[in-house]
């Protein structure tokens, strides 16, 4: 009896010892291959739209006569400034931006007075710097806009109305020419 109580005991601590030895092996079979490389679309694209600023004016004081000298309020529908965007990527590298700004020239004394004036409010090249650095870096060139102005018109509930404070009393211009870079800070710290 001995004997074969011994021999049970034997055999148990060989299974304990196999047992063991199998599951410190790797589970090759159960690996799951690297997902494949997807590059990056280089497709061109050209996108356009436009922001268009317009108002009814009632004008209760003074009246005014109209062509058949019936005294009445003037009143009128006008469109105040316009911008036509047009923005597009060469690559997933380069990208750009053009936009004209059309508004009607309303300074006293111009023989241009009520006449509508098409300048470029922005107009840069943008380089992406996604594969080097953080996503959503990169580097413009051009006439594009100011941080500070670009900003607070993202917040300015009432940009409708009229140009934000620093711009419309000229302490700093919506757009300038230059080069800028942005990056993000890792863990979104910045």
């Known amino acids: 009896m ?26 090759l079979a159960q690996v799951t291959p690297a997902a494949s490389y997807t590059p990056p679309d280089d497709t061109p694209s050209i996108k ?51 936009t004209p700004d059309i ?10 007075s009520g006449s509508l004036t098409f300048r470029l409010k922005y107009g840069y090249a943008q380089l992406n710097l996604d594969d080097w650095m953080a996503k959503g870096s990169w580097v413009r060139f051009g006439i594009q806009q ?11 509930r009432y940009r409708f109305q009229g140009t934000i404070f620093a711009d419309r009393e000229g302490y700093l211009s919506s757009s300038d020419a230059g080069a800028s870079f942005r990056t993000a800070f890792p863990g979104n710290y910045g």
């Open 48 to 98: 356009v739209g436009a922001t268009i600023f317009a108002d009814y004016t009632y004008q209760v004081e003074p009246e005014i006569s109209d062509a058949d000298g019936n005294v009445v309020n003037f009143n009128g529908f006008n469109v105040t400034r316009t911008y036509i965007n047009v923005t597009g990527n060469i690559s997933h590298l380069l990208g750009f931006r053009i």
């Open 2 to 27: 001995r004997r074969s109580h011994a021999s049970f005991g034997s055999g148990r601590l060989g299974l304990t010892v196999a047992a063991l030895l199998t599951a410190a092996l790797p589970a």
């Open 103 to 112: 508004v009607r020239e309303s300074g006293t004394g111009s023989s241009l």
């Open 146 to 156: 100011t941080p500070w102005v670009d900003f607070e018109e993202g917040v300015y």
